[in-house]
């Protein structure tokens, strides 16, 4: 057997050789041993004693964890604190972007609906003040929304219904299909009413359209009567559609009235 005085412990986590401390009594063994190349602590009967010459290689037991930082911090736990902090600012400046509001002044209820002029499917140039006179269901829908699949066939048996009563249902495409991809979905869908290719400039004069399916009822005067965001069941379009079109028969009989009134004087 070795000279205890001469021979060395071994870290159980790096596998280092530890010189023991000289002069010391080889019957008293201190109550924790710490490696001078790991920081490891640990009891020298956890540790091999081995000779000199028998001495393993210094670093070739288990890598030692990384150093923790001045402060106890660990550095992958600040890393996922950052990503969670950057994640919340992300998900409420955006959240913060659909509430407030945007032009919303412009697309109240009983304001004048914004104008505008927008090219249809067919290549030709048309306004929202030519169907002066028509109640208008104004819809903004996109090829990739799911809702407005949903919806679109029942506005097509809504105007094949309240057409001959006044109603015109006019589409606004908001997504970067290709006109002929659109053209395309529009027919497989059986759309019998007008389509037109959406600018970011109308949607934005309409309070920013922040969801879609986003629908305007607008009466035969150009004020608007009512507006859904996101899908609405079939029975609640409907009522609105009817609500459009007595608002329209009211106010043109409040103005013939008016304007009667104003004849007899």
């Not at 459009?244 to 009667?260: G, V």
């Amino acid at each position: 057997m070795s000279d205890p005085q001469n021979s060395y412990w071994v870290c159980p986590n790096c596998n280092s050789p530890l010189e023991k401390p000289a002069g010391q009594d080889p019957s008293v063994a201190p109550r924790m041993v710490e490696c001078s190349i790991c920081g490891a602590k640990f009891e020298p009967s956890d540790a091999a004693d081995v000779p000199p010459d028998a001495l393993p290689a210094a670093g070739a037991g288990p890598t030692p964890p990384p150093p923790t930082p001045h402060g106890g911090r660990n550095p992958m736990a600040l890393v996922a604190a950052a990503v969670i902090v950057a994640a919340m600012l992300y998900v409420g400046f955006h959240a913060a972007r659909r509430s407030a509001p945007t032009h919303s002044s412009f697309a109240g209820k009983s304001s004048v609906a914004p104008d505008f002029t927008l090219e249809s499917l067919d290549g030709k140039n048309m306004r929202l003040s030519d169907f002066r006179g028509k109640a208008v269901l104004l819809n903004f829908w996109a090829t990739w929304c799911g809702p407005c699949k949903i919806e679109m066939p029942w506005f097509v048996e809504l105007q094949n219904q309240y057409g001959t009563q006044g109603l015109q249902i006019v589409g606004v495409a908001m997504d970067d299909s290709a006109k002929e991809d659109i053209a395309k979905f529009v027919k497989d869908m059986g759309v019998n009413y007008p389509v037109l290719l959406g600018k970011e400039a109308v949607g934005d004069a309409y309070g920013g359209v922040p969801a879609l399916p986003e629908s305007f009822f607008i009466s035969r005067d150009g004020k608007i009567v009512d507006k859904f965001i996101g899908l609405r069941g079939k029975a609640e379009v409907e009522e609105a559609i009817k609500a459009a079109l007595e608002s329209s028969s009211s106010n043109s009989a409040a103005a013939n009235s008016a304007e009667t009134q104003q004849a007899q004087k």
